[in-house]
């Protein structure tokens, strides 16, 4: 017969040591990949995580986007008070005119109140600096965070990836003679 093979010269003890290096080398595939699963699955919940933030990104947004609203209209009454106070655009000394007729009380009055609406608005406007400043931080330190993850997910995917690949394309006496090589 043309199919018979002699299977005299395979030794039964040398033939189940093959196996047995076959199954561990299995086992131990499968449980570099379920390793790299968990991994994977890991670095993936944080990556969502991170992404939960932009809610309080939105948030910022719109409280920064509340703030300027607030600015913007805090600057038209400032520029109403002007108009008020220059008077008719031909007379250039109708803004002279309208002190000149205050009491000295009401004028002191009203330079400290005129100061106090000055510190107020630049500090203000320095908190909004500051704020701004370390939002840009904190996103850029997210972002940087976030494209660590995504580079580490990428990586290991291809990682799992290649296992499957050599796995499932490596002939079965392969992986056992691989094992026989000395570590070094």
């Not at 992404?51 to 400032?78: A, C, F, M, P």
């Not at 931080?137 to 940087?144: E, I, L, R």
Request: charged share 35%; glycine share 4%; hydrophobic share 30%.
């Amino acid at each position: 017969m043309v199919g018979d093979t002699d299977y005299s010269k395979y030794d039964l003890t040398h033939l189940q040591a093959e196996l047995e290096q076959e199954r561990e080398m299995k086992e131990m595939l499968e449980e570099s990949v379920s390793d790299l699963k968990s991994t994977m699955c890991e670095l993936q919940e944080r990556l969502h995580s991170v992404d939960g933030e932009g809610n309080e990104w939105k948030t910022r947004y719109e409280t920064q986007i509340e703030l300027n609203g607030q600015l913007e209209r805090q600057i038209s009454i400032v520029h109403e008070k002007l108009e008020d106070l220059r008077g008719n655009p031909m007379d250039r000394l109708a803004s002279i005119r309208s002190y000149d007729d205050m009491p000295v009380d009401t004028l002191r009055q009203r330079l400290k109140l005129l100061t106090n609406e000055t510190s107020d608005l630049q500090s203000q406007l320095m908190d909004c600096r500051f704020r701004i400043e370390q939002e840009g931080k904190a996103f850029h330190k997210t972002y940087d965070e976030r494209r660590a993850y995504l580079s580490e997910i990428a990586k290991l995917s291809s990682t799992l990836e290649a296992n499957r690949r050599q796995y499932s394309t490596q002939p079965q006496g392969a992986l056992g003679r691989k094992q026989k090589r000395p570590v070094r």
